[in-house]
């Protein structure tokens, strides 16, 4: 049945009879028709029915329902029969049943009616909370489509099929019963409540000023009792303020509105609504919105040359409310820069049609409010490729080669239409991933090399800029080979960084800087950290908000000129899909701490702030510096939050000290003489030293020489410290020891030291057999000296694994949490079906045996899918283990692996160092296990050595590598071994 506009004619006379003798009183209310049908009450047999009429020459089908009727229990299975009789006239042999759920949706279901002897039938329609449905159609200008059952819902009337030229119909609908199964459990969880939950601030993305209400809308036809409780967290969990509780009832599509506490202190808070009514299908729905409170930034916009670039990543909606939330949502965070992007697809259909108002209408929505656009140029479209055919474009057009006569045109006509508004263009995204590109550099180049040519000539002014490359991984040297070529034609080195602050770090320095040095444009051409984040997915908000702060300003203080986060908003709802969840806004416009820490960043750092140097960068802890006007300012964060010192004592002629958390609360620190000293957390903060020309970090008090140490049960470890004396005075420093359960720990209770003595002291740590053999621990020494000063100091305790003879029922370690997974195309939206959903899809298990002669290990691997590299050289490609081992400090690492071959083959493999070892892999169901042997004399030593270990589990599920699990970070992605755990062997009497 087709969409249709209905007209709903009440039919009031038929309305007593109905109610009073028709069985479906309690279901139904106002019975409504088609224009030329009729529908009156009658008895049929001796009993109430209805009998319905029609005109086949009037109308194509007939069609009755009913206006209001009540709302069905929730189901899981819904069955209800319609019993008919025929008329003396014509009567149809399709009968539909039609049902409305709470968006306004009408959906129909069809049956056909095969009627006895005595003209009867009864029709019986079963419909699944979650089954498939045919077409649908809207009632209503509230309702909403979206092909789906949302319940509750009412029955809306019947419909029937039969041939136009059938003449006068006729048939009575003698009863309508259903019956339903109770939907329980998650089905119950997932179905939206009749109620929503909004906050209200005055700000469109619910900053906080003078006030904040709770609003409750119901969005149903009917009246709902409920009771209420609102409780205020602050980000780290705490409530604020005493919860606030109601009874209440509200009319159909009306609100209630409730105040709640406005905050002391600047962060993102969380309002939680507890809704009780007997309108939820389990009784009670809980709901999180959040706001956030802050004084928004100060910084000047528009844009100042020569300062550092505040951005942020946005796709325009057709929406043109959309535009004015987003270029406020920024100028109240103070950001300066919005990228995004206009290809061949979007803006030319094709021949001499343009279509510019997407672009120019939000362009100068931003504009009117000192924001910048930076317009990506990217995509290409089916019709303007070079080769429409490449199968490898028949999911992505997109990512095709252009012709480059269209190319051309399409530029020129870019830099026309948007060179007065835009002072920079960006080539392409991402052209080093596959989703993006289907071409090689050279023809890059040549993209880019008219781009140049037609900037020259319409928007000379403009800046080119190189399209964000993202990787060096999936298309090879595909960044460096374009920039060697095109080094000359751009005027900035755009480059993207998704994932943790670690991660991005180690690129940067590792691979970006060096790159640009080989091919000549670190001192000429700067670069650009132009669109890099990370997903709240797995990682949480805080730690997405702390990573936005590490990152920006990292890579300003490795050259980058400016930071576009990515992106402004959440693509979606999903909390498993990382694409969804990038945004510093939710999908619905509520703030996320990372919007909250922005604020704070162009606070403190907007405006003509500079970098100066790094005043530490080890492995432990990072601190900068900036200055801005007569301020210094030091972001500090710690790289490891296990080796710490909890102050920091700087040295400053600073007449005022401010320490500045990640939401932008001061808090003064004491200065006596020029000694500060600030308390360190695990949570990144900023130290502002007012009108101060002079800084320096004093050492602590106390500090780890050797660091990590092995957490043994049967062999003492050894750390080495060195305590400081600062004073010009003798001084007694007091030490206590705080060990893990199960750890004892030996070392002086008190140290005499001289004026600036530094004296080296040595803790000996006792293990016991209930030590945890198989945990990462800290050790805590505490010290205080004479004049008061206080501290302590973290020492991370790696375990030490003694495998036992045989293989223990319980593993040694588990790989299954989201900080031991490394996923490769989190940050690639074209390839989102490759990131891992649950254990079941990659999860692995770690055992540990020593036979007196060879190092067994074996590894439970759970993989749904099996897809394997087959060849040995590159088994990790493919789903596949490889173990490490370092000696010497990490000086020298074996690394070895197997896999099991498409064709059963078993494959191994040894890529540095040299060991001969033995390796049997088996699969069974969605069980993989890894059986390795290597004998002792090959672990570079004799018995009782210890080493440091590693594991990987690679992942595929298609055609490459897409993730893997590993026991320690330090491996993947570069070789750390300073954090592995450590392998030794055990003194046992049957050796």
């Not at 109620?195 to 209400?213: A, D, K, N, Q």
């Not at 670069?527 to 890099?532: G, P, V």
């Not at 036992?804 to 195309?825: C, G, H, I, M, S």
Request: aromatic fraction near 10%; hydrophobic fraction near 35%.
């Amino acid at each position: 049945m087709k969409k249709i506009i209905y007209l709903l004619v009440i039919c009031s006379v038929v309305s007593s009879l109905f109610a009073a003798e028709f069985d479906l009183k309690t279901r139904t209310g106002a019975p409504f028709t088609s224009a030329g049908q009729k529908i009156e009450p009658v008895q049929k047999d001796g009993k109430a029915a209805l009998l319905f009429s029609w005109d086949a020459s009037k109308k194509r089908w007939a069609e009755f329902g009913w206006i209001g009727t009540k709302a069905l229990p929730f189901f899981r299975t819904l069955t209800v029969k319609v019993s008919v009789a025929a008329g003396e006239k014509s009567t149809p042999k399709i009968i539909d049943l039609r049902l409305v759920d709470r968006e306004g949706e009408v959906f129909q279901f069809p049956a056909t009616a095969r009627f006895d002897e005595l003209g009867r039938a009864t029709l019986t329609y079963t419909i699944l909370h979650d089954g498939k449905v045919g077409g649908s159609w809207l009632s209503g200008k509230n309702a909403k489509k979206n092909g789906k059952i949302d319940q509750p819902v009412r029955l809306y009337g019947l419909a029937f099929d039969y041939p136009s030229d059938s003449g006068e119909g006729e048939i009575f609908i003698t009863k309508i019963e259903e019956k339903t199964t109770p939907l329980t459990g998650e089905a119950v969880r997932n179905i939206p409540p009749p109620f929503e939950f909004h906050l209200v601030t005055g700000h469109p993305v619910r900053l906080v000023s003078t006030y904040c209400y709770a609003e409750i809308f119901n969005p149903t036809d009917a009246e709902h009792a409920f009771q209420v409780k609102f409780t205020v967290r602050d980000a780290g969990g705490n409530i604020i303020g005493r919860p606030t509780e109601r009874k209440d009832s509200i009319g159909r599509r009306s609100r209630r509105f409730f105040a709640l506490p406005i905050p002391k202190k600047f962060g993102l808070y969380r309002v939680e609504a507890e809704i009780t009514s007997n309108a939820i299908p389990n009784g009670q729905m809980n709901v999180t919105r959040s706001f956030a409170f802050f004084k928004p930034a100060t910084l000047d916009l528009p844009y100042q040359e020569g300062n550092f670039r505040f951005g942020v990543q946005t796709h325009w909606k057709q929406d043109p409310t959309t535009w004015t939330t987003e270029a406020d949502a920024c100028r109240t965070a103070g950001i300066s820069f919005i990228r995004d992007e206009v290809g061949i697809g979007s803006i030319w259909p094709g021949k001499n049609t343009w279509r510019y108002g997407l672009k120019t209408l939000p362009m100068d929505v931003f504009l009117s409010r000192g924001i910048k656009t930076v317009l990506l140029i990217n995509g290409s479209a089916p019709w303007a490729n070079q080769n429409p055919q490449d199968p490898q474009l028949k999911q992505r057009p997109w990512a095709g080669m252009p012709r480059l006569d269209l190319w051309r045109t399409f530029c020129a006509e870019v830099f026309q239409k948007f060179g007065g508004k835009v002072d920079h263009f960006e080539i392409w995204n991402e052209p080093d991933l596959m989703t993006f590109a289907v071409f090689s550099p050279e023809e890059y180049h040549q993209l880019a090399e008219i781009a140049r040519e037609e900037i020259k000539k319409h928007a000379p002014h403009a800046k080119l800029m190189s399209a964000g490359f993202c990787n060096f991984n999936e298309k090879g040297q595909f960044q460096e080979r374009a920039m060697t070529l095109c080094k000359d034609l751009f005027d900035i080195h755009c480059f993207h960084g998704h994932g943790p602050q670690s991660g991005f770090a180690s690129i940067i320095d590792r691979k970006l800087l060096p790159m640009r040095e080989r091919i000549g444009i670190a001192g000429t051409m700067p670069w650009y950290a132009h669109e890099t984040a990370l997903t709240s997915t797995g990682f949480g908000e805080s730690a997405q908000a702390e990573a936005l702060f590490q990152k920006l300003l990292f890579a300003w203080s490795r050259g980058s000129i400016g930071y576009t986060w990515y992106d402004l908003r959440n693509d979606g709802f999903d909390p498993g899909n990382p694409e969804h969840n990038y945004g510093m806004l939710t999908n619905d416009y509520y703030p996320k701490e990372v919007y909250v820490v922005y604020n704070t960043l162009t606070t403190l750092f907007g405006g003509d702030t500079k970098f100066l140097r790094t005043l530490v960068d080890d492995r432990q802890m990072s601190v900068l510096l900036f200055g801005r006007e007569r301020d210094l300012l030091l972001p500090v964060w710690l790289k490891t939050p296990h080796q710490r010192a909890k102050e920091l004592h700087l040295k400053t002629d600073a007449n005022q000290v401010e320490r500045i958390d990640l939401a932008g609360n001061i808090t003064a620190l004491a200065k006596k003489g020029d000694l500060v000293r600030c308390p360190i957390s695990k949570t990144p903060f900023t130290i502002r030293l007012r009108n101060a020309s002079q800084i320096a970090i004093r050492p602590n008090g106390l500090s780890a020489v050797s660091s990590p140490v092995l957490l043994a049960s049967s062999t003492p470890s050894i750390v080495e410290f060195f305590a400081f004396n600062p004073d010009e005075k003798q001084q007694t420093m007091t030490l206590t020891a705080f060990a893990p359960e199960g750890i004892r720990a030996e070392l002086p209770a008190k140290l005499t030291l001289a004026p600036q003595e530094r004296k080296n002291f040595k803790a000996i740590l006792h293990g016991s057999s209930e030590s945890p053999k198989t945990v990462r621990q800290t050790l805590r020494v505490a010290y205080s000296l004479t004049n008061g000063e206080k501290d302590e100091c973290s020492v991370l305790l790696l375990p030490l694994f003694l495998p036992e003879r045989e293989f223990t029922a319980k593993p040694y370690a588990q790989l299954n949490r989201r900080d031991q997974l490394v996923e490769l195309f989190d940050a690639d939206p074209g390839n989102v079906f490759r990131l891992r959903k649950n254990d079941d899809d990659l999860s692995a298990k770690i055992f540990l045996a020593d036979n007196g002669t060879d190092l067994n290990i074996k590894v439970v691997v759970t993989d749904d899918e099996h897809r394997p590299s087959n060849r040995a050289d590159s088994i990790w490609k493919g789903d596949s283990l490889q173990l490490l081992f370092a000696f010497d400090s990490g000086k020298k690492v074996l690394e070895i692996g197997c896999a099991l071959g498409e064709d059963g083959k078993q494959l191994q493999h040894c890529w540095s160092g040299s060991a001969t070892f033995r390796s049997n892999v088996t699969r069974s169901g969605k069980t993989t296990t890894y059986l390795v042997s290597i004998p002792w004399p090959q672990l570079h030593g004799t018995a009782n050595e210890r080493f440091s270990f590693n594991a990987l589990v690679n992942e595929s599920d298609s055609d490459r590598r897409e993730s893997f699990l590993r026991l320690a970070p330090g491996a993947g992605d570069g070789t750390d071994s300073t954090v592995w755990p450590v392998i030794g062997q055990s003194k046992r009497a049957d050796r």
